[in-house]
């Protein structure tokens, strides 16, 4: 493990949110520990180096997980790494099936999407790769029960969702997702899209992070539009 990583799990410990991706990780694992039964079965979407996923493993041990990641280097360090209860594919996904550029972010990897978006770094170290694009609903069995996901596709959240509707519909799973601008608008996704896409198609209601551990009332489609345009939350819960 890195430097910086030991000190980032050192700061989650003591709950000292220096930052704000801090905070949010922060509450993501409490979010994890509310929700996960010992048989969850889960879906990391967005996989990288696998720190939600681990935290997934340990909060549902029995469960039945599927993990995804189209990084080719960070696929690679996972697929050596993981229980047999995991399922790993280097899939990005979407709402259609195909190949697709995908823009790897070789010195802030965490930014890597299939479109370009806004960096917030002097002179990124881009690599388009080629990769396969799938819809969720065609790769989770339609007997399989989901009860979390994770989606974490900087900017291309939407595509993903739709992709994976009747899965949405059916389990209704809590889901974890980031949304926000400066990368969700390259995908042309619109924030009242999204807020009607998952509350009124899929019944989910959305919330904060911090809103959802608090068991505060959902946000409203205007704050949602709020929070998308002004950045003041990109990290969300969608339940039922």
Known sequence: MLLKDIIRHILIRLRLDVTK???????????????????????????????????ILKHA???????????PEFYSGLKDNIPPTVTLYPFALSDENG????????????????????????NPDIEKIEVNVKRL????????????????????????????????????????????????????????????????NCQLSIYTLQGFLANDQPVSRADFKMYFDTNKEYYFVASS
């Not at 041990?61 to 990084?71: C, D, I, S, T």
């Not at 823009?103 to 930014?111: G, I, L, M």
């Not at 009747?166 to 601008?181: A, D, H, Q, S, V």
């Open 137 to 200: 609903d065609d790769i989770i069995p339609h007997d399989t029960r989901i009860d979390f996901i994770k989606v974490d596709v900087e900017g291309g959240e939407f595509g993903v969702f739709k992709g994976a509707e009747r899965l949405l519909k059916t389990y209704r799973p809590t889901l974890l997702f980031e949304c926000g601008k400066g990368a969700s608008e390259y995908y042309g996704s619109k924030p009242e899209d999204i807020h009607d896409f998952l509350h009124t």
């Open 21 to 55: 991706n801090l905070k949010y990780d922060r509450l993501t694992s409490s979010i994890i520990q509310k929700v996960l039964k010992n048989d969850s079965n889960c879906i990391d979407i967005g996989c990288h180096k696998g720190e939600i996923l681990s935290l």
């Open 61 to 71: 041990p029995q469960g039945k997980h599927f993990a995804f990641e189209p990084v």
């Open 99 to 122: 190949t697709s550029g995908f823009h790897w972010v070789k010195n802030a990897p965490a930014y890597s999407g299939i479109k370009k978006r806004r960096y917030d770094i002097q």
